[in-house]
């Protein structure tokens, strides 16, 4: 989709949140005429958008035929009932950026830990002096952050991608990474095989590749060519103990780094990857590790310690939003959790691992926010909510409160969490359900933590 093709079109903007108004203001600033703004509900300043046709509520689905083409943001599925027979004419900002920027991108991709490696992927090459840009798949939208129109190069992008970015569209990559895949976003995509495939899409245009050995198996073999490069049981790059390594080099010690738990060690050791594919030098790998990695900080409501009151330790796992994700929040913190925020939207998820997780941790109190704290304990469905009881559930002993507030948890959290024990917001589940979205989730929990 070259800029070019959008002229004299008439395009539909699908979804109108911050990737929505971005769009329009990239559309206008091309010189589109011809834009509509598709959403369910529309700002109430819609009017300074001047010559720009709103169309909202019910009806605001109604006429996707009429289209040329359909920006759509990431957060619409393109398997919505109404959307699906106009998938051809479903276009997006991940595709006009890739398919109108002549520089080199890394893509970031998996479905934990794509943030970290990114962020930090992006230090370290500012740190080796290249002209480099970071796009967060979470953050400002990518026309926002690089200017197309303009021609704008740099030496490297760094692009975290999601899956909604990669469905129905193949990115031509230098670099791809690939750290895992579990179950997610299953309501949107519709199954996991769907899901994995929309990762996969990743792979198919790219140079080099960094992936880990336990997810190769989940490729098809026409998808990896003798290009690509292995993070494999061969260990070319690993840590041992406190030791990274390239081979049997050691480029790192980790007493220096705050991220110590262990996904954070992988994550560092795929970086090290990525930079030995782009800097082919044992020594100013290992020099920019030194130089990056002691200051580097965990990212926010990823896995932070937000607050300690009467020696009670508040910790912002807001960005935990699958099983996995509390799973290693959970072992992160191993003798000293004891208190669980849990809960929020269904998105399909089997939650028999974390069931397991929890009930053999020392986590003895959990906040249970609907709905899918009762699918992880079905045996507090008939238990009224904002009303703490007492369950013994396969011999162990939990307190539970069931509710709707973040207050209510928060005040449960203290009175039940003894000192110098570890109160957790790592919910194994999204948002939407009670949330706009888990930034959202997260502020609530540190403004009423900080208030009680």
């Given at each position: 989709?070259?800029?070019?093709?959008?002229?004299?079109?008439?395009?539909?903007?699908?979804?109108?949140w911050?990737?929505?108004?971005?769009?329009?203001?990239f559309?206008?600033?091309?010189?589109?005429?011809?834009?509509?703004?598709?959403?369910?509900?529309?700002?109430?300043?819609?009017?300074?958008?001047?010559?720009?046709?709103?169309?909202?509520?019910?009806?605001?689905?109604?006429?996707?035929?009429?289209?040329?083409?359909?920006?759509?943001s990431?957060?619409?599925?393109?398997?919505?009932?109404?959307?699906?027979?106009?998938?051809?004419?479903?276009?997006?900002?991940t595709?006009?950026?890739?398919?109108?920027?002549?520089?080199?991108?890394?893509?970031?991709?998996?479905?934990?830990?794509?943030?970290?490696?990114?962020?930090?992927?992006?230090?370290?090459?500012?740190?080796?002096?290249?002209?480099?840009?970071?796009?967060?798949?979470?953050?400002?939208?990518?026309?926002?952050?690089?200017?197309?129109?303009?021609?704008?190069?740099?030496?490297?992008?760094?692009?975290?991608?999601?899956?909604?970015?990669?469905?129905?569209?193949?990115p031509?990559?230098?670099?791809?990474?690939?750290?895992?895949?579990?179950?997610?976003?299953?309501?949107?995509?519709?199954?996991?095989?769907?899901?994995?495939?929309?990762?996969?899409?990743?792979?198919?245009?790219?140079?080099?590749?960094?992936?880990?050995?336990?997810?190769?198996?989940?490729?098809?073999?026409?998808?990896?060519?003798?290009?690509?490069i292995?993070?494999?049981?061969?260990?070319?790059?690993?840590?041992?103990?406190?030791?990274?390594?390239?081979?049997?080099?050691?480029?790192?010690?980790?007493?220096?780094?705050?991220?110590?738990?262990?996904?954070?060690?992988?994550?560092?050791?795929?970086?090290?990857?990525?930079?030995?594919?782009?800097?082919?030098?044992?020594?100013?790998?290992?020099?920019?590790?030194y130089?990056?990695?002691?200051?580097?900080?965990?990212?926010p409501?990823?896995?932070?310690?937000?607050?300690?009151?009467?020696?009670?330790?508040?910790?912002?796992?807001?960005?935990?939003t699958?099983?996995?994700?509390?799973?290693?929040?959970?072992?992160?913190?191993?003798?000293?959790?004891?208190?669980?925020?849990?809960?929020?939207?269904?998105?399909?998820?089997?939650?028999?691992?974390?069931?397991?997780?929890?009930?053999?941790?020392?986590?003895?109190?959990?906040?249970?926010?609907?709905?899918?704290?009762?699918?992880?304990?079905?045996?507090?469905?008939?238990?009224?909510?904002?009303?703490?009881?007492?369950?013994?559930?396969?011999?162990?002993?939990?307190?539970?409160?069931?509710?709707?507030?973040?207050?209510?948890?928060?005040?449960?959290a203290?009175?039940?969490?003894?000192?110098?024990?570890?109160?957790?917001?790592?919910?194994?589940?999204?948002?939407?359900?009670?949330?706009?979205?888990?930034?959202?989730?997260?502020?609530?929990?540190?403004?009423?933590?900080?208030?009680?």
């Amino acid at each position: 989709m070259h800029l070019k093709d959008l002229k004299n079109k008439k395009i539909a903007i699908l979804g109108f949140w911050k990737e929505g108004k971005s769009s329009l203001n990239f559309l206008q600033n091309y010189g589109i005429q011809d834009i509509t703004v598709l959403d369910k509900e529309i700002p109430e300043d819609y009017n300074r958008w001047e010559n720009i046709t709103f169309i909202s509520w019910e009806s605001y689905l109604n006429n996707l035929w009429d289209f040329d083409y359909i920006l759509k943001s990431p957060w619409v599925s393109p398997f919505h009932k109404k959307i699906a027979p106009f998938r051809d004419k479903l276009i997006s900002q991940t595709q006009l950026f890739f398919e109108n920027y002549r520089g080199k991108v890394i893509g970031i991709t998996g479905t934990k830990g794509k943030s970290t490696v990114s962020t930090l992927l992006y230090e370290l090459l500012k740190k080796a002096w290249y002209d480099t840009q970071l796009v967060w798949n979470i953050w400002n939208p990518v026309l926002d952050e690089i200017d197309i129109l303009s021609w704008e190069i740099h030496d490297f992008v760094v692009y975290e991608m999601s899956s909604y970015m990669l469905q129905d569209f193949v990115p031509e990559l230098y670099i791809w990474f690939f750290n895992n895949v579990f179950p997610c976003h299953l309501d949107w995509h519709t199954s996991l095989d769907i899901y994995t495939q929309a990762k996969h899409n990743i792979v198919k245009n790219a140079d080099y590749a960094v992936i880990h050995s336990e997810f190769v198996s989940t490729f098809q073999a026409e998808e990896i060519s003798w290009k690509k490069i292995y993070f494999d049981d061969a260990k070319q790059y690993h840590y041992n103990d406190s030791w990274f390594y390239i081979w049997n080099d050691i480029v790192f010690w980790s007493g220096q780094i705050w991220l110590n738990w262990d996904h954070n060690k992988k994550n560092i050791s795929w970086v090290i990857a990525i930079l030995d594919i782009i800097l082919q030098d044992t020594k100013i790998i290992s020099e920019l590790l030194y130089q990056t990695l002691p200051n580097f900080m965990w990212l926010p409501h990823r896995i932070e310690i937000i607050w300690e009151h009467e020696w009670i330790i508040f910790v912002d796992d807001a960005i935990a939003t699958t099983p996995e994700s509390t799973i290693a929040a959970i072992q992160s913190f191993n003798q000293t959790i004891q208190t669980l925020f849990l809960g929020w939207e269904d998105s399909w998820f089997k939650f028999e691992a974390l069931r397991k997780n929890i009930l053999s941790s020392k986590v003895q109190n959990i906040i249970a926010f609907p709905n899918t704290s009762e699918k992880i304990f079905p045996e507090i469905l008939i238990r009224d909510y904002e009303v703490p009881f007492e369950m013994e559930i396969e011999g162990r002993i939990l307190q539970f409160i069931k509710t709707r507030s973040m207050k209510k948890g928060v005040d449960f959290a203290y009175k039940t969490t003894f000192p110098g024990r570890v109160a957790l917001l790592s919910c194994a589940a999204p948002s939407f359900s009670l949330w706009k979205n888990y930034i959202e989730k997260a502020h609530d929990f540190v403004q009423e933590v900080k208030n009680y």
